[in-house]
């Protein structure tokens, strides 16, 4: 678990990192290939050689156990690139910090992707259940598995849209209506298109709005995050990244579930 420069959350932590969602954009595929060293690749065949991974119709799963004494295998944040991977030695990281913080869960990952096993899941979400000083907050773009887990009432639940797929955006938010939790988020980013052509803001009780980063990034467009002002009356977090006018950085207030 670390601290990280994520504005809108205080640590993240990633029992689970990799996915096979391939969006072109991903830093988070770009960061487990940079800091995947020849030496790491090199303890990464001897490992394969030593134990499977898990094949699955997206490509391949791995496994890492607590009981592995192999610490360059540990110390290796993604020893097997960006494909999905349980580190279960990181598991109770949360149980260590008995300080009540804000955690984004899967910052290199979407946890809940067809491609990882329910078992996972439930691993995580019992750290979760155990930790519940913590405010736990999850982000997919599988959101229809949320209703598929007895999730936390400690956890915050959100899906992503970024504005240039009509129909994966509406779906993804139209599941959001059957999703129950205290706090339901939108995060549009990258921001790449105007989102309010096609989807409804009404499910959220909080949306985060970023741009997109890195050597190409596409600078989105003013009136796309005016008519996000415009249409939604809840708290808004504008990222840094966005170069707003003005630093409009709200959290929601926590209620019941719905």
Known sequence: MNRTGIEWTDFTWNPITGC??????????????RFLSEYDRKKCKEFNRKRCSVPTEYGRIWDIDSHIHDGDLRKTA???????????YRLNEPLERSKPVKIFVGSMADMFGEWVPDEWIEKVLDVIRQADQHTFQLLTKNPRRYCDFDIPSNCWLGTSV??????????RTDIMYYVKANVKFLSIEPLLGNVEDHITLAPFNWV??????GPGARKPERWWVDQVFRNYNGPVFVKDNLDWQEKIQEFPEVGDAE
């Open 162 to 171: 970024d504005g240039t797929d009509f129909k994966a955006d509406m779906e």
């Open 78 to 88: 993604h020893p097997f690139g960006f494909e999905p991977t349980l580190h279960r």
């Open 20 to 33: 096979y969602h391939d969006c072109e954009y991903c830093y988070a595929r770009k960061i487990a290939h």
């Open 208 to 213: 985060i709005i970023g741009a997109q980063t």
